[in-house]
């Protein structure tokens, strides 16, 4: 009995189920909506951008008929609409649709003022420019970065005092001021409103373990307005890789004839292999892998700096947790997990491509975690070589074949570098396709054993009579405070 119970309940859930999806079907006017053959994308109707509206019994229809094109693009607004609603509700996500809040345009007009000032050799004092997001203020000091939507600021949240409520009695609280980088976030600007990067990092954050999520930023609050979304993001403080890369030289961390010293290339890669394991492992595509993408993450240590260990622990024991990577911008990111067909969707690019992106994006052929591949071919190009990776910079292989090309970095290594290490890295990353016998992605297993490798050599050379691991990262810091 309980046997034909469960079977029968389960005959009436698909009842149910394809009521709903009839439903679905007469409320949007679909007339050629079927359940069991499955609607394409284009069959669910108009989906608002909001996360957490579908409850259980609106999951069971609309995830049924989510079949999205394969491949399709996936920054398609209806396909992210979609997979928000797949999504629970967040008490730090701010949907303030019915506000416009046009604070952008004054934001930049602010930083390059400072620019300017700066640049006069005037003083760069200011207050800053307030911002006000639904009684959370926060002081916007400086302009960090920008990108093709919006910018990203440095800012500091402030609070009212006690004497008032005008915006003159506004204050920094010298209770959370202690610490005057813990105070600082960053603020990420950017129009038109964009919801999906605070819901996928948050997703992220829920799925990896601890040691994991200190490779990627953490997002505090979003808030939505109409024409434009602002994002509370943490703030690492000493930049970006790029910029240690640009630094090389003034900064001491340079190796003769190339740009970073070798042990540096190694820590960064390592920690961008065990960053991509992880993301390809439960099935994210970061999609907008760069160096400039890449912060740096030089933690305070608990016992001070001295306590950090000379010799580096590939397990971060020894204060090496507190060293490493910060990777931004997962504006492109995808979590294969929230469509049907998981590691077999495939996507293509609908936005300008260059050198920067993998062969099948810039060939307009489909495409998985290629994308991740090339992205960290180039950072560890630009680390060695101290330029962006470019067409020129990749040529055939001798073995390469019309049918079945391969690709190999053209500028030759020095002789002194670990060069079969560099070697099979690259061969990985640019053809990840023939890791496998049978093609298939992701190659986690196979990074994984050129990072262990790695990292043991890593272990082995880092204390060398001169220019140890431990003392480069120190020049990597103080460069970031002096440049």
Not at 37 to 54: F, H, M, S, V, Y
Not at 68 to 83: E, F, G, K, R
Not at 111 to 123: I, L, M, N, P, T
Not at 223 to 244: K, V, W
């Amino acid at each position: 009995m309980e046997r034909r119970g469960g079977l029968e309940s389960g005959r009436h859930a698909l009842k149910v189920a394809e009521k709903l999806a009839r439903e679905v079907r007469e409320q949007e006017g679909e007339d050629d909506y079927d359940m069991h053959d499955g609607a394409q994308l284009g069959d669910l109707g108009p989906l608002e951008e909001r996360t957490g509206t579908l409850s259980l019994s609106d999951s069971l229809a609309v995830t049924p008929a989510f079949k999205p094109p394969n491949p399709c693009v996936p920054s398609d607004p209806q396909i992210i609409a979609t997979l928000l609603s797949f999504l629970p509700a967040d008490a730090d996500f701010h949907d303030l649709k019915t506000q416009d809040r046009g604070m952008l345009d004054g934001l930049q007009r602010y930083a390059a003022r400072v620019a300017r000032k700066s640049g006069k050799g005037g003083s760069t004092d200011d207050d800053g420019v307030m911002v006000d997001l639904e009684g959370r203020s926060l002081r916007v000091s400086e302009k960090l970065g920008e990108g093709g939507f919006g910018a990203v600021f440095s800012a500091r949240e402030v609070t009212k005092s006690s004497g008032g409520n005008n915006d003159e009695d506004l204050d920094i609280d010298e209770d959370e001021d202690e610490d005057e980088d813990k105070a600082l976030i960053a603020l990420k600007v950017v129009k038109p409103r964009n919801l999906w990067e605070f819901h996928v990092l948050r997703r992220i954050h829920r799925t990896f373990s601890a040691p994991l999520r200190r490779s990627i930023i953490t997002p505090h609050a979003l808030y939505a307005f109409r024409d434009e979304s602002h994002l509370l993001l943490e703030l690492c403080p000493h930049g970006s890789l790029l910029d240690a890369v640009n630094r090389a030289g003034p900064a001491g961390i340079s190796q003769q004839g190339a740009c970073l010293d070798e042990l540096l290339v190694f820590f960064f890669t390592i920690e961008l292999l065990r960053f991509l394991e992880g993301m390809h492992t439960v099935g994210f595509i970061h999609g907008d892998l760069k160096i400039d993408n890449c912060l740096l993450r030089l933690e305070e240590l608990p016992g001070g700096a001295s306590t950090l260990s000379s010799i580096y622990q590939p397990n971060g024991e020894g204060g090496w947790e507190y060293r490493g990577i910060k990777v931004i911008d997962f504006g492109r990111t995808i979590d294969t997990t929230l469509f049907p067909q998981r590691h077999g969707q495939q996507f293509i690019a609908d936005w300008p491509t260059d050198d920067r992106d993998c062969f099948e994006i810039r060939e307009g052929r489909p495409w998985t975690y290629q994308t991740d591949y090339f992205g960290l071919a180039g950072i560890v190009y630009c680390m060695l070589f101290g330029k962006y990776i470019e067409a020129s910079s990749v040529m055939y292989a001798p073995e390469s074949t019309d049918a079945e090309p391969i690709y190999k970095i053209a500028t030759p290594f020095k002789r002194y570098w670990q060069t079969d290490i560099l070697t099979r890295l690259f061969d990985m990353l640019l053809n990840p396709c023939r890791v496998r016998e049978d093609g298939s992605l992701p190659i986690c297993e196979g990074l994984g054993r050129v990072r262990v490798e790695m990292e043991a050599w890593l272990q082995s050379n880092c204390d060398r009579s001169s220019n140890t691991l431990k003392g480069l990262l120190k020049k990597v810091e103080l460069s970031s405070y002096t440049h």
